[in-house]
């Protein structure tokens, strides 16, 4: 079965950046994707970006496009958000989930795995 940890969530000023990480484990990562969601007080959980294990597609929401960069590290079979250009809107609770599959949907419907989140907090 698949563990998934997220870290590197904190308190930031906008315009700032984070970095946040999803360490993946339980068994060996082929075809699969990883994504990255977030759920503010108030509102539904919504996707931030997502990438293709053993590929390069690397889909993005329109409201982070140019200030977060989603990567992978194979070798330690981790996935990264580097968020920069923070915005108050950005202040959630960012998670990161997996899928077995060629796909890499930006619906969270279709994920299997789920981490338990980290928070991320931007003030004004």
């Known amino acids: 079965q698949v563990q998934l940890v997220e870290s590197g969530g904190g308190l930031v000023q906008a315009g700032g950046s984070l970095r946040l990480s999803c360490a993946a484990s339980?068994?060996?990562?082929?075809?699969?994707?990883i994504g990255w969601f977030r759920q503010a007080p108030g509102k539904e959980r919504e996707f931030v970006a997502a990438v293709a294990w053993g590929g390069s597609r690397t889909p993005y929401a329109d409201s982070v496009k140019g200030r977060f960069t989603i990567s992978r590290d194979n070798a330690k079979n981790t996935v990264f958000l580097q968020m920069n250009s923070l915005k108050p809107e950005d202040t959630a609770v960012y998670y990161c989930?997996?899928?077995?599959?060629?796909?890499?949907?930006?619906?969270?419907?279709?994920?299997?795995?789920w981490g338990q989140g980290t928070q991320v907090t931007v003030s004004s």
């Open positions: 989930a997996l899928r077995f599959g060629l796909l890499v949907p930006t619906t969270g419907d279709l994920y299997n795995y």
């Open positions: 339980g068994r060996t990562f082929v075809n699969c994707a």
